[in-house]
């Protein structure tokens, strides 16, 4: 059953029983930084003393030990409650990591236990809301990005269009191998993200279509279509290719091949800016088709139990290689899957850049305040799913629907109705891109391909006892 209601949509669920929503709520998780320090704490002497001792009488301390596992579980906050006051109350219960410092954690009480396993008499049901950012509702003004800025977003998302182009046609002259993902159509996902993060202090990692985010994170053109290349002035040296693209100064974390792999790293990366207290967080990019993977469930499941400031941005671009999304996922609304991880989901028009950014402020905002969350970004990608795919699975005229909504197309409109730009300056911004990705290529063919002795550089090259 589904309703929408203005930018949110609620969903209502209906089960015979569900004993977890009403009970689990009472026995709050504990944020990950204090379960780690009292792990740090016990001594392996205590541990075992407390294992032996547990064994043998403490029958209710062992029930309470029992139940620190289920005291972290996830059921939904929100139950029959609205999902507003659902979040005022989590963000109101979640003390900062470093007031928490020293404070013990109570453990449940017997008769929270005994809640925790009573079945409710009668059906539960569930009311979830999710938001939705449409194209055409934002105006740069009110997302707080000045004139400049914008026209710069213009050129960087003309930059990735522009550097791709050029990929296919350096692949198809043999100056480039291996591999090759080309992100065009989906540049407003890259560009809108960035504008909405602290770059060079949060980190963001992606999956193996990862041209147009690097371009966007401010890698160096010339570099990236030096790794192309496979030369050893590239992104990584050379070795990596079009799938491991990574800039450590711009916090740019790759560029991953296999499919869901990058999404427990960006839950590792969110923990990591967690564990230090630095304030800052970790957006992580994947396709459609990594939900459909088990790395995508566990990364967002430990993300919602340790309130990991991360924000999961899925790029449902509608296809897995040649899989049409209907038919690879048993509810293709992918921004639903947060209800079961206990986080916030939302979906945005990833043609429209200004909604992308509206949706990843709001979201960045969350994860500052330790509120990881999902937002999915309806997109298009117009090649096929690599170089060599010529996509002969869409319909006809699909790719050419899907370009009436060109991101680029509608953002030089933007552009132009509200007199950020003239023509002539947007043909300039034009004739410049163009001329910086022939430059690249050239500081690409002008490079060295890496030294034979690089081979064994940064890999585990060693002696193996077990292999001689
Ligand atoms: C674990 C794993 N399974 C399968 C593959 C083969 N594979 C490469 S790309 C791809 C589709 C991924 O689609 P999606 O996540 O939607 O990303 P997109 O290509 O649309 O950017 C698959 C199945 C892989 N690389 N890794
Ligand atoms: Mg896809």
């Known amino acids: 059953m589904e309703e929408r209601m203005g930018h949110a949509q609620t969903l209502s669920v209906e089960t015979g029983s569900c004993a977890a929503y009403t009970t689990m709520d009472a ?14 704490q016990k001594s392996a002497k205590e541990e075992a003393a407390e294992r032996k001792e547990g064994r043998d009488e403490t029958a209710p301390q062992e029930a309470q030990d029992a139940a620190e596992a289920p005291s972290t579980a996830n059921g939904h906050p929100n139950g029959e409650a609205d999902a507003e006051d659902a979040e005022a109350e989590r963000a109101s219960d979640e003390a900062p990591a470093d007031e928490d410092e020293g404070e013990e954690e109570e453990a449940p009480s017997p008769e929270e236990i005994q809640a925790a396993s009573e079945v409710p008499s009668a059906p539960v049901k569930l009311e979830l809301k999710f938001k939705t950012y449409p194209g055409d509702q934002f ?63 949060d980190s963001v990692i992606t999956a193996y279509r990862d041209h147009g985010l690097a371009l966007a994170m401010g890698l160096d053109p010339g570099e990236c279509m030096a790794e192309l290349f496979g030369k050893e002035t590239g992104v990584t040296d050379g070795k990596g290719g079009s799938m491991h693209f990574f800039g450590r100064e711009e916090r740019f974390f790759g560029g991953h091949g296999i ?92 043609q429209d850049v200004f909604s992308v950014n509206r949706a990843v402020q709001d979201h ?11 937002l999915e970004v309806r997109t298009y990608r117009y090649q096929g799913h690599s170089i060599s795919d010529p996509a002969n699975y869409r319909a006809e005229g699909e790719l050419e629907a899907q370009q009436k909504s060109d991101a680029i197309i509608r953002l030089k409109k933007y552009l132009l109705d509200e007199d950020l730009a003239s023509g002539d300056t947007l043909d300039e911004i034009d004739e410049e891109v163009k001329q910086e990705v022939l430059d690249a290529i050239a500081f690409a063919e002008e490079s060295d391909l890496p030294d034979e002795s690089a081979l064994y550089e940064n890999v585990y090259a060693g002696e193996y006892s077990f292999l001689s």
């Open 27 to 40: 026995l709050r998780r504990r944020p990950a930084l204090s379960l780690l320090r009292d792990m740090a």
């Open 139 to 201: 105006t740069h003004d009110e997302l707080h990005l000045g004139d400049k800025q914008v026209v710069k977003m213009y050129r960087n998302m003309l930059l990735q269009r522009r550097f791709e182009e050029r990929c296919r046609q350096q692949y198809q002259q043999q100056n480039i191998s291996g591999f090759l993902h080309l992100y065009i159509g989906q540049e407003a996902v890259s560009t809108g993200t960035v504008a909405a993060i602290r770059h060079g202090e």
């Open 259 to 350: 499919v869901g792999a990058g999404v427990p790293l960006a839950a590792g990366l969110a923990f990591a800016h967690q564990y230090r207290g630095d304030e800052e967080i970790c957006v992580g990019f994947f396709g459609d088709g990594a939900v459909q993977q088990g790395a995508f469930h566990e990364a967002l499941n430990l993300a919602g139990l340790y309130d990991l400031p991360a924000v999961f941005i899925c790029e449902n671009n509608q296809y897995g290689m040649g899989t049409h999304i209907e038919r690879a996922a048993a509810n293709p609304d992918l921004y639903q899957q947060a209800a079961a991880y206990d986080m916030p989901g939302a979906v945005a028009n990833g």
């Open 364 to 374: 960045v905002e969350m994860a500052r305040e330790g509120q990881p969350s999902l």
